[in-house]
């Protein structure tokens, strides 16, 4: 028997045991000691898989995950708290601190990984986003390197999409 028969064999018998499924409330606390047997058992084959896919992934992709998750933390909206009128209010002055270097960190930390890949792994799948996503972190550095804070200033959110260059679909 195979790792995947095993596995719908224990969902089976986990299904036929289940405590729900008992017409017998002798035989009940029999079936609930037999489901846990089971689950634990399925949990302990399931938890085996996942460590050895982790230790089977390449690194290239380790690093274009890394790189992403970084990638991600770059976005605008962290410097303004909606309001509930449908206006942003700009965070106070250390709080902008803080978000400003949150995105200074995550630029150097994504374009480290993606750079990793673009120079190590010249076959990797990954290879030719990596690039873009390089190229993307630049232009937006330009962008926030001029960045000027002005405490509580409000703005219209029709204005806000008007000066980012945004259109509503």
């Known amino acids: 028997m195979n790792k995947i028969e ?3 064999q224990l969902k089976k018998l986990i299904k036929k045991y289940h405590p729900d499924l008992c017409n017998n409330v002798h035989l009940e606390s029999m079936y609930n000691e037999i489901t846990r047997i089971l689950v634990n058992k399925l949990n302990e084959i ?3 898989d996942n460590a050895e896919n982790k230790n089977t992934k390449e690194p290239d992709y380790i690093y274009y ?3 992403i998750k970084y990638y991600k933390n770059i976005h605008p909206n962290q410097f303004y708290k909606r ?3 449908s ?3 700009t965070k106070t002055y250390d709080e902008l601190k803080l978000v400003l270097n949150n995105i200074y960190l995550s630029f150097n ?3 480290y990984f993606f750079m990793k890949i673009i120079k190590e792994y010249s076959r990797s799948p990954y290879l030719e986003d990596s690039k873009a996503k390089v190229k993307l972190l630049n232009k937006l550095y330009k962008s926030y390197k001029d960045i000027v804070f002005e405490e509580n200033k409000i703005i219209d959110n029709e204005k806000f999409i008007n000066e980012m260059g945004l ?3």
């Open 109 to 111: 930390l994504s374009e």
């Open 87 to 89: 206006t942003f209010k």
């Open 46 to 48: 399931k938890t085996n």
């Open 6 to 8: 095993y596995i719908k």
């Open 83 to 85: 309001n509930t009128d």
């Open 167 to 169: 259109k509503i679909l």
């Open 65 to 67: 995950k890394l790189g």
